[in-house]
């Protein structure tokens, strides 16, 4: 099946800070990409949809100038997570549809 | 809010087939059935999908019933690494992302 890559895996920040999140379709162009946060032992929640050379459609609930997502490539979308909090500490997931959705392997943000 | 229902736990022992049911009785006639697992710490894969025939690939088989409304994912020889929570969602195609319900969490047990 397609590839979905994250980068980084793992980050850990300070309160107050910033922390950008890419994702990459390696073996396929993706027009809309997702994102997902996962908090511990809770489901997947959709937290926006990214399209290419457009605005992002953000899930009711989420604060889109506390997320911001940039998807500047057929093959790239980035979530920047700002003024990052101890409660935005979690995992977020990234996926893109080729015939199927596939999912990136995760990125987990802990905030100190 | 998600369109299925699924049992939040199941045992299996390895070797044996795991059968993880999943209702969807407000299934629509172009919505599709898919199946996804998450290893603990790892992004959802995906297992397979279907919309009114039954489906086999290399991992599982789908078996949905004539009506819709329900389905089961089936493992035919379940092995300790298909320990994971299973998830059965019903979406569109196309770019509609995928809405996740709880899942049902299989513990494949030696």
């Known amino acids: 099946g397609a590839v979905v890559s994250q980068h980084p895996s793992w980050v850990i920040c300070k309160s107050g800070t910033s922390v950008k999140i890419e994702c990459r379709s390696l073996d396929f162009q993706a027009t809309t990409m997702f994102w997902y946060r996962q908090f511990p032992k809770q489901s997947l929640m959709l937290m926006a949809t990214s399209n290419e050379g457009s605005k992002a459609t953000y899930e009711q609930g989420v604060e889109k100038d506390k997320f911001l997502i940039n998807h500047a490539s057929l093959t790239l979308s980035t979530l920047t997570v700002t003024s990052a909090h101890p409660e935005d500490s979690s995992f977020y997931i990234c996926?893109?549809?080729?015939?199927?959705?596939?999912f990136g392997p995760g990125t987990r943000l802990t905030v100190t | 809010d998600a369109k299925t229902t699924q049992p939040p736990s199941m045992d299996c022992a390895e070797g044996r087939a795991a059968n993880l049911p999943c209702n969807h009785s407000t299934i629509s006639g172009n919505e599709y059935v898919y199946w996804y697992r998450q290893i603990h710490s790892q992004g959802p894969q995906y297992i397979i999908h279907?919309?009114?025939n039954n489906e086999t690939n290399e991992m599982a088989s789908l078996i949905i019933t004539e009506d819709r409304k329900s389905s089961t994912l089936i493992l035919p020889h379940a092995t300790l690494r298909d320990t994971a929570v299973y998830y059965c969602i019903v979406s569109f195609s196309g770019n509609t992302p995928l809405v996740f319900g709880k899942g049902t969490r299989l513990s494949v047990i030696a």
């Open positions: 996926s893109a549809r080729q015939y199927e959705q596939y």
């Open positions: 279907g919309l009114k």
